[in-house]
């Protein structure tokens, strides 16, 4: 552990023995003049969590840090120099090529037994770690009905099924108004598809539809995919709108209303019993990313990662924007050729979206990532990777599919924050981890999203918000595997519904109650 220091004095955290740059840890940064330990002397002021020179750069050398070169010396830069996105050029992307692939080949890691939560088993044979009450839609028409309906159902329907936690609406921009067979086509309707099947909605989502869209129920829930029968005892849990028996909005609302009395009832039967950690299937994520994130909260969700691997847990990582720049990384790690293959196929498709569109890849670090102290995308990759820990990349799912096996995952997703969490719940997450160091108010009512703060600073402005504060890692009062520990139980406390967390989850939803919106 290291030792904590006074804050007055002034700090750096070197990641790698080979490394040239390192980031300021004081809060506030340090001013020109600050002279650290080792006699380095600032010859600039530096803002918190931005990169000092260690040693004199020229123009053109490399500038190494995760003993990765992450760019360029822009031009010479004496040591105790300011090393930020305008002098540090970008380096080109890995070929696609050439890669090594399932090079790396870990002894197997000891099983991790006896660890347990509480949680809701599934026909389907999946655990759910809440019990909700989904009402998804065919198509964007029925959004503010649903909308209406949901608000009725919490109020005048809910208190009377104690054992169901929420209701929430599965709205999105899709259904009609589309080309329904282009190229493409099939990635929103299965990801709509497969949110609806989230374990923690226990087969009983409502169906609504309009009528006339082109996204029809049969096509959106194929015969059997959702087993519940309607009031009526006809389609699985579907409301249509354009029926003739109803005369009127609130006829509409009504017969929503008596469906969902139905699968209230049903999901009410669920009770919570013990199930293994090896049922947890955790998606994790980053956003509002500074430098911090590789180097506190990031690492500590790794270590995480790997105890949860080792339990027989799914764990998904994502982002293929902030993946990308650490291709070489991942296709070693691949468990099999194919796995690699895989990873290279999804990192293609993102070069050619790029290509398409007239960009580049530098688009990706944004206005607060680089007031973090992320230069530039391959910094920020390097950080963004150690959240998948060090066991094999076991297999590989393109935007939309189900999980179908168990280990570590990588999920191919955009990189914007609920993008990445529908598509993670589409495929079939129950618990989402997400850390961040500039802040963000993210939250998704279908799944407990445990937040991770990258500093202290943040941790204590937004105390009500964050549930670990991984800054402690760089203020030596705690290590990696200590907040790796306390985030492995905390996934298991929440998963078991705790009280005191539960609480904090409605907070969550009161501020943020996302309605996932498939993508293209």
């Known amino acids: 552990m290291t030792t904590p220091t006074s804050a007055a004095t002034p700090r750096y955290i070197l990641m790698h023995d080979n490394d040239n740059v390192a980031i300021v840890v004081n809060d506030g940064g340090l001013p020109a003049g600050a002279v650290f330990p080792n006699g380095l002397t600032l010859l600039e002021p530096i803002p918190q969590g931005h990169k000092v020179a260690l040693r004199d750069l020229a123009k053109g050398d490399h500038v190494i840090r995760y003993n990765v070169t992450i760019g360029f010396a822009a031009k010479d830069l004496p040591a105790g120099s300011w090393l930020a996105e305008h002098n540090v050029e970008m380096p080109a992307a890995r070929e ?26 599934n026909p ?12 998804t839609t065919t198509v964007q028409c029925v959004s503010g009905v649903v909308e209406f309906a949901v608000e009725r159902i919490k109020n ?13 609406g599965l709205e999105h921009t899709y259904g009609c108004g589309v080309a329904i067979e282009a190229p493409g086509a099939p990635i929103p309707i299965r990801t709509i598809r497969n949110i609806a099947l989230n374990p923690n909605f226990g087969g009983q989502a409502m169906v609504v539809s309009l009528g006339c869209e082109k996204l029809q129920p049969t096509r959106l829930f194929p015969k059997g995919s959702i087993p519940i029968q309607n009031a009526g005892g006809a389609d699985p849990g579907l409301v249509c709108l354009q029926d003739a028996h109803h005369v009127g909005f609130m006829s509409m609302i009504d017969s929503i209303m008596k469906q969902a009395e139905v699968n209230l009832a049903e999901l009410n ?3 919570r019993e013990t199930v293994p950690a090896s049922e947890l299937v955790v998606g994790v994520q980053c956003g509002g990313s500074d430098a911090f994130s590789g180097v506190t909260a990031n690492p500590a969700v790794g270590f995480a990662t790997d105890l ?7 764990v998904m990582f994502s982002e293929v924007t902030e993946v990308r720049d650490g291709i070489d990384q991942l296709t070693s790690r691949a468990s099999s050729p194919e796995v690699a293959d895989a990873m290279i196929r999804e990192m293609a498709w993102y070069d050619a979206y790029l290509t398409r569109g007239g960009v580049d890849r ?19 990759a390097m950080g963004s990777i150690v959240k998948s820990g060090s066991a094999p990349i076991t297999g590989v799912l393109s935007p939309g599919d189900k999980l179908t096996q168990k280990g570590l995952i990588y999920a191919a997703t955009p990189a914007s924050d609920f993008i990445c969490g529908t598509l993670q719940l589409a495929a079939g997450m129950n618990l989402h981890v997400f850390t961040t160091g500039r802040g963000t108010p993210y939250g998704l009512a279908e799944v407990p999203v445990i937040k ?10 937004w105390h009500d918000l964050m ?3 991984a800054g402690r890692i760089a203020s030596g009062e705690a290590t990696i595997p200590d907040v790796g520990w306390e985030l492995f139980q905390m996934l298991l406390d929440v998963a078991s519904g705790k009280e005191t967390w539960a609480e904090k989850w409605k907070l969550h939803n009161a501020l943020v109650l996302f309605n996932p919106a498939p993508v293209t």
Not at 156 to 168: F, G, R
Not at 308 to 314: E, F, K, S
Not at 373 to 379: R, Y
Not at 452 to 461: F, G, I, Q
């Open 269 to 271: 039967k669920r009770q």
């Open 362 to 380: 530098s688009a990706n670090t944004t206005p607060g990532n680089k007031k973090g102290g992320l230069s530039n995308i391959v910094e920020k």
């Open 124 to 135: 389907d044979g999946s655990v759910g770690t809440r019990n909700i009450l989904a009402i």
């Open 96 to 121: 696609l090529e050439g890669l090594p692939i399932a090079t790396v080949k870990p002894p197997p890691m000891e099983p991790l037994e006896g660890y347990t939560f509480q949680g809701f088993r």
């Open 452 to 461: 991770v703060a990258t500093r202290n600073d943040l941790a204590k402005r």
């Open 156 to 168: 005048e329907l809910l208190p009377k099924y104690p054992n169901v936690d929420d209701v929430v």
């Open 308 to 314: 949860l691997v080792r339990a027989g847990a799914t």
């Open 467 to 469: 549930d670990i504060n």
